[in-house]
């Protein structure tokens, strides 16, 4: 509406109050208010703010959308980021299975430590007991100081040293006989083993002799007197028949003759591969050297 057609409706409306109310008030004196001031007053009082919106003042605007599209983008972009994390999850599951089929791998390999397990006991003795060392020679094919079990016999001396040549005159050794350690066994070839004729043991010198020694006793033949093998000219049958002395030590004592000359005391035995004190003790009164 006009402003304008406004205020006039608003005047029309007061005069009409102030003539109902000076109807009911009545007339005022001289000394009072003029007539209708009462009434202006309080048709002043109570005429409406004529001031009120007007024209330019425009309505509430709408509210906008922007912080829902915000939010919505806030949303997209939350699920976006969930929805790529769960894909790599997804992605990264067989890389995850691999360990498993290696865990089962290594899980089948752990039964070889246990094979080693159960293996060890079949080299448990040959490591766990005291060994002997031996020194192997001659025709064998890997000649050389060898480690054996203590209680092993010549054979397997043998064995060790990678067992004895086609030529090998094993029967000159007896090949069950104990090693002892520190011992030299040497294996000789057939054939080689020098023949010493064996000649008659007597009191008096032997025979076809040049006569006897610088003490008047013996010979230069195997046999000595008083019933002692001359360790110089014995072979390795005769000195097989000493006590505690085998085919082998036998043969140790003719190889060491061949290759150091004649024993020039029966103490040069001492020098023989195998032969200790013990030994030693037991052979002084079995064995003299003479000639040589």
């Known amino acids: 509406m006009p402003r304008r ?29 003029p007539p ?26 709408r509210i906008r959308f922007r912080t829902s599209r915000r939010v919505a983008l806030l949303v997209a972009g ?38 080693d397990e159960y293996a060890a006991p ?6 766990a007991g005291p060994k002997v060392t031996v020194h192997v020679a001659g025709a064998v094919n890997r000649p050389g100081v060898v480690s054996l079990p203590e209680g092993s016999r010549v054979f397997e001396a043998l064995e060790a040293a990678g067992g004895a040549t086609p030529e090998a005159a ?5 090949l069950a006989e104990l090693v002892a350690d520190g011992a030299k066994i040497t294996v000789p070839v057939a054939g080689a083993v020098p023949h010493i004729p064996e000649t008659a043991v007597g009191s008096g010198g032997a025979s076809g002799g040049d006569g006897s020694n610088s003490d008047g006793s013996g010979s230069d033949g195997s046999g000595a007197s008083g019933g002692k093998i001359n360790v110089n000219t014995a072979s390795v049958e005769e000195l097989s028949t000493l006590p505690r002395v085998g085919p082998v030590m ?19 035995l001492d020098a023989v591969d195998g032969i200790g ?3 030693m003790e037991s052979l002084r009164p079995l064995v003299a050297v003479q000639g040589g």
């Open 78 to 115: 939350a699920c976006l980021v969930l929805l790529v994390v769960l894909m790599w999850q997804a992605s990264a599951e067989p890389t995850t299975s691999t360990p498993l089929e290696s865990a089962g791998s290594i899980t089948d390999g752990a039964g070889q430590p246990v094979a």
């Open 122 to 127: 079949t080299k448990a003795p040959a490591g």
């Open 250 to 268: 036998a043969q140790r004592i003719v190889a060491w003759r061949k290759d150091h000359g004649p024993f020039l005391s029966v103490d040069d």
């Open 36 to 61: 209708g001031t009462r009434g202006e007053a309080l048709l002043t009082f109570a005429e409406p703010d004529s001031e009120g919106p007007g024209e330019d003042s425009a309505p509430p605007s």
């Open 277 to 279: 004190p013990k030994l």
């Open 5 to 33: 057609k406004r205020d006039a409706s608003t005047d029309a409306a007061a005069e009409a109050f102030r003539h109902r109310l000076s109807r009911h008030v009545g007339p005022g004196t001289s000394d009072e208010a």
């Open 170 to 174: 094993t029967d000159a050794l007896n």
